[in-house]
């Protein structure tokens, strides 16, 4: 081969080994990026109905979605102060201190504590149909008029703390099937009005969660015909009364983690 020839090609392979050595030193956008990240809210968000818990009082769980998706994802640091039975004047003044300028990640479910989940369900469930409807009536103007302005704050108070974190708001999904359900079960109607209200507070949530600029992760279509009453359902009944009307573990595991996962994408 002449002498131009040949340091022409050792100058082209120079070039080609320069290029992918660069690619394989230089990490890509998804190696290069680390997640710090926090998971707050309520019982849905701790793990209340999926056991077993830790020693504090709120009732965390390893089968929760967000250590699930937290060891799915090896993030690079990972809190969990959500707490069964908070409201969100707990997250503004007991969570977000969890929260900081290096924080990229934050999931949160909260404002069913608020419009007062618990009075509605034993309402419905030990109490009769006119009992069962005021509550639910309550409940949902609640959501429509006061609790927008406590989701408004909360979640400034989130952005305040990370500011550059992307806020993923999960909502919570329909607890019922509305087939038969047995002589002891809610009557279908019951089931159906609190699933409406299911519905409202919903679209309250995505509402506000728009307005803040965070993402809305709807979980009702991923827990599709797992309801109570279902054949195979993903919410608990009365089996236990602080975790009746949560997910079960498969609730998490196959409902909100897919939730989270596809909020992601």
Request: include cysteine; proline fraction near 5%.
């Amino acid at each position: 081969m002449p002498r131009r020839a040949l340091a022409r090609a050792v100058t082209a392979l120079a070039a080609v080994l320069a290029t992918v050595t660069g690619v394989l030193l230089v990490p890509t956008a998804a190696q290069a990026a680390t997640v710090h990240y926090v998971a707050l809210g309520d019982s849905y968000s701790s793990g209340v109905g999926a056991g077993p818990y830790d020693l504090s009082t709120c009732l965390r769980s390893q089968k929760s979605y967000a250590p699930l998706w937290a060891a799915a994802n090896a993030v690079s640091s990972f809190a969990f102060p959500a707490c069964g039975g908070a409201v969100t004047a707990d997250v503004i003044n007991k969570q977000v201190g969890s929260l900081s300028a290096t924080t990229t990640l934050v999931t949160i479910t909260i404002g069913g504590n608020d419009a007062g989940f618990a009075d509605v369900i034993t309402s419905c469930r030990f109490g009769s149909t006119a009992t069962c409807t005021a509550a639910v009536d309550k409940a949902k103007s609640f959501a429509t008029a006061t609790l927008p302005g406590r989701l408004d704050a909360t979640y400034a108070a989130i952005r305040d703390r990370a500011p550059n974190a992307r806020l993923v708001v999960l909502g919570y999904p329909r607890l019922f099937e509305t087939g038969s359900c047995g002589v002891l079960a809610m009557s279908s109607y019951k089931r159906t009005i609190l699933n409406e209200a299911a519905d409202v507070l919903a679209t309250v949530t995505a509402a506000r969660a728009a307005a803040a600029g965070a993402t809305f992760a709807d979980a009702r279509p991923f827990f599709t015909g797992h309801g109570v009453c279902a054949a195979a359902p993903w919410i608990r009944d009365v089996s236990g009364v602080i975790e009746a009307y949560h997910p079960n573990a498969d609730g998490y595991r196959y409902g909100y983690l897919p939730t989270l996962t596809a909020a992601l994408r």
